[in-house]
């Protein structure tokens, strides 16, 4: 079918803030298709039973979870191990590379990206000391600030912080340090030696990691990134124009204003899945879009 894809939201309150998955066919939150016509009542149930949909694509899953993630209190330090540690460790199941582009902030907002120690024996023994306050970097972010999290990145968002994450369909993570805060009268589980297995020492270096928004020409893809499990791009609309579907699906993002994606009208907040037969996609209105998308494989 020709038809775009919309489907319900599912929101997750947690110690920290909320989430709200918008494209999931994870078994943790199967978003049901709100499109009439699909043969099918969840992304994960279309996935398996009309590949073609996708392009015939031979992963399992659908690849991609995109959430909106909306933080009152920090989140714990954690990290995420990659595609050959998670099956061999995970009962082979995949990692977790993910990326994230700031929707909205406080002032004098910021994540932890990375670490300071320069070698495996010192975070070590950092980790053992509590030290903190001096492993740990923290880098301000502003709204419009793409920042990539590759597997084995030590990172936590903090308060105060509206943002939309587009990651590998996983959910495995390691908490390494959550505050010694309380949740149900207990402390929540740490993974401190598979945490200590999986993450990147030395860190990456921030440059690497994080892109600040510029002022791009209008109507035109901008690529934030070419990553092995997933592409990203910004566009500002500005008038009416066409893009062609060549990947096996497309995710497209409205994160401010509003106009029309084919023949259905969106707003800040909606997210579209298109499927790879549906050809050329006709935008109109004045809007901001992150598309998202996965290569054959």
């Known amino acids: 079918m020709k038809e775009l894809i919309c489907l319900e939201p599912i929101e997750k309150h947690l110690i920290w803030g909320k989430e709200t998955w918008v494209v999931s066919g994870n078994p943790q939150g199967d978003c049901e298709i709100q499109t009439?016509?699909?043969?099918?009542?969840?992304?994960?149930?279309?996935?398996?039973?009309q590949r073609e949909v996708f392009g015939g694509m031979k992963e399992k899953e659908f690849p991609l979870?995109?959430?909106?993630?909306?933080?009152?209190?920090?989140?714990?330090?954690?990290?995420h191990p990659n595609d050959q540690y998670a099956y061999a460790?995970?009962?082979?199941?995949?990692?977790?590379?993910?990326?994230?582009?700031?929707?909205?902030?406080?002032?004098?907002?910021?994540?932890?990206?990375?670490?300071?120690?320069?070698?495996?024996?010192?975070?070590?023994?950092?980790?053992?000391?509590?030290?903190w306050k001096t492993?740990?970097?923290?880098?301000?972010?502003?709204?419009?600030?793409?920042?990539?999290?590759?597997?084995?990145?030590?990172?936590a968002i903090k308060g105060g912080i509206k943002l939309l994450e587009?990651?590998?369909?996983?959910?495995?993570t390691y908490r390494l340090y959550d505050y010694d805060r309380l949740e149900n009268g207990k402390k929540r589980e740490l993974q401190t030696a598979k945490a200590l297995e999986v993450v990147r020492v030395p860190a990456k270096p921030v440059e690497q990691c994080v892109k600040h928004k510029i002022n791009q020409e209008k109507n035109s893809k901008y690529v934030l990134i070419q990553h092995p499990c997933y592409t990203i791009w910004?566009?500002?609309?500005?008038?009416?124009?066409?893009?062609?579907?060549?990947?096996?699906?497309l995710i497209l993002n409205v994160i401010n204003g509003e106009g029309s994606i084919g023949d259905l009208k969106v707003g800040k907040g909606d997210h579209i899945l298109v499927p790879q037969e549906y050809?050329?996609?006709?935008l109109k209105g004045r809007m901001e879009l992150i598309g998202a998308s996965c290569q054959m494989r």
């Open 36 to 49: 009439e016509g699909w043969n099918a009542k969840t992304l994960s149930e279309l996935w398996s039973t």
């Open 65 to 79: 979870l995109v959430k909106v993630i909306d933080t009152k209190k920090d989140l714990s330090i954690q990290v």
């Open 89 to 131: 460790n995970e009962h082979g199941k995949k990692g977790k590379n993910e990326c994230w582009y700031i929707l909205d902030c406080e002032k004098n907002a910021s994540v932890i990206l990375g670490h300071y120690a320069k070698s495996k024996q010192e975070f070590t023994q950092e980790v053992e000391n509590g030290q």
């Open 135 to 155: 492993l740990l970097r923290e880098v301000p972010v502003h709204p419009g600030d793409f920042i990539q999290i590759d597997a084995g990145t030590l990172h």
């Open 166 to 172: 587009i990651q590998q369909n996983s959910t495995i």
């Open 234 to 249: 910004r566009m500002e609309l500005e008038k009416n124009c066409y893009i062609k579907q060549k990947e096996p699906f």
């Open 279 to 282: 050809g050329i996609i006709g």
